[in-house]
């Protein structure tokens, strides 16, 4: 499908056959064909994973901001993140197709003319960081080319509730189509955005990070959310970091077999990727120390999980995580995880860790409202 394409399918152009089409065969296999992806995906049934020869790396996307590698956004402040097997352009074209199902939008198609023209505005709802942008502008171009976009702010902004702070102005049926896939990904983007910033200043001198748990498909968005909120990126996947934790640890029959195994994959496999363990008493602290120490591991941070403790009364222990940092001493990176809260997070952040990693920037994520409500009136630009 070209930039724009997913509009026929939505508006009615073209819809029988395209609806066919992609109902047939390999859902994600039809979206990157029509695309002019390379065909990665087994068309026959069901879903087949990508060979290796078909993977498309995202990485210039992150190394680069221009508007062409971002499919025409506009308003690129921090660019995203990048994963080996998808880019953001497929969550788009997948989120589309969910809602053209068979026949496209039945409510714009019986209601509104084809050639009625219209003008959208932007409306914060709520006080918060807005994030999300430039995606949007990537869904408006993907859904019709032709409709013009104007923002007042950039990503990583704060807007005040009523802040009017961008319009859309074009095809009435294209801005209704593209409208609440925009919304979607702008509300909860800002959402994670919005917590994010205030956990990173709470945590400083320590960085935040978030982690994995983030919304199945849409981690390249999440964890994209958390760098405009002025957080930072834990590891994308199972791919790019070692990360040893308490069920390794338990399987290969402890911290010193685990980290042995780890070193070993990585000489046989040639990689130099980072290596985290996971330690939860201040005892497996030092094993990993040991093994750190004999000059064999390439051990690089150590995670202190749970070493933090809220009591009844709600104030903040942390010496035993001020224990685990004073005996690692600065040899390797360290991050504090567990009971990470905005109740917390500032005293964890003072014992003098490196990062501290929160599962909640993602996974209970608080949407930011947002709408975009449509203005039928004469405008002077049209």
């Known amino acids: 499908m070209q930039a724009g394409g997913v509009i026929s399918a939505l508006n009615g152009g073209g819809c029988k056959t395209w609806a066919a089409d992609f109902a047939s065969r390999s859902r994600l296999s039809c979206l990157r064909e029509r695309s002019g992806s390379l065909k990665c995906f087994r ?3 069901g879903w087949n994973a990508p060979s290796t020869s078909c993977v498309r790396v995202t990485s210039e996307i992150a190394a680069n901001t221009s508007v062409q590698e971002l499919g025409g956004a506009r308003a690129v402040r921090i660019p995203p993140p990048a994963h080996p097997t998808y880019q953001l352009l497929d969550i788009i074209r997948y989120a589309l197709a969910e809602d053209a199902g068979d026949r496209g939008d039945v ?18 709802k709520a006080d918060g960081i807005v994030a999300g942008i430039a995606l949007a502008d990537m869904i408006f171009q993907e859904v019709d080319p032709e409709l ?63 982690t994995r748990k983030t919304a199945p498909g849409l981690r390249l968005v999440d964890k994209w959310a958390v760098l405009i909120g002025g957080g930072e990126n834990h590891r994308m996947g199972l791919y790019d970091m070692f990360l040893v934790k308490d069920n390794h640890v338990d399987v290969a029959g402890g911290i010193k077999n685990a980290v042995a195994a ?25 094993q990993v120390l040991d093994c750190i120490s004999s000059g064999k591991s390439r051990v690089t941070r150590i995670m202190l999980d749970n070493m933090v403790k809220v009591t009844p009364s709600g104030s903040v222990d942390v010496s035993r995580l001020e224990e685990a940092v004073k005996l690692i001493d600065g040899r390797v990176e360290t991050e504090a995880s567990g009971n990470v809260t905005l109740h917390t997070v500032n005293k964890i952040g003072a014992t003098g860790v490196t990062f501290i990693s929160s599962g909640a920037l993602t996974h209970s994520v608080e949407a930011l409202d947002i709408s975009l409500k449509v203005d039928m009136s004469v405008d002077s630009r049209m």
Request: a neutral charge; glycine letters at 6%; hydrophobic letters at 40%.
């Open 148 to 210: 013009e976009v104007e923002w007042n702010v950039q990503d990583g902004d704060y807007v005040k509730y009523g802040l009017k702070f961008g319009t859309v102005r074009g095809s009435a049926r294209s801005i209704l189509v593209a409208e609440r896939i925009a919304l979607n990904f702008m509300q909860r983007m800002s959402g994670i955005a919005t917590f994010t910033k205030q956990m990173a200043e709470a945590a400083k001198p320590a960085r935040i990070l978030e």
């Open 262 to 286: 780890v070193d070993r994959y990585m000489t046989e496999h040639n990689l130099d990727l980072g290596v985290e363990i996971e330690t939860r008493t201040i005892d497996e602290v030092r």
């Open 43 to 45: 068309a026959k049934s």
């Open 107 to 124: 409510t714009c198609l019986s209601t509104i003319p084809e050639q009625a023209q219209a003008k959208a505005q932007f409306m914060a």
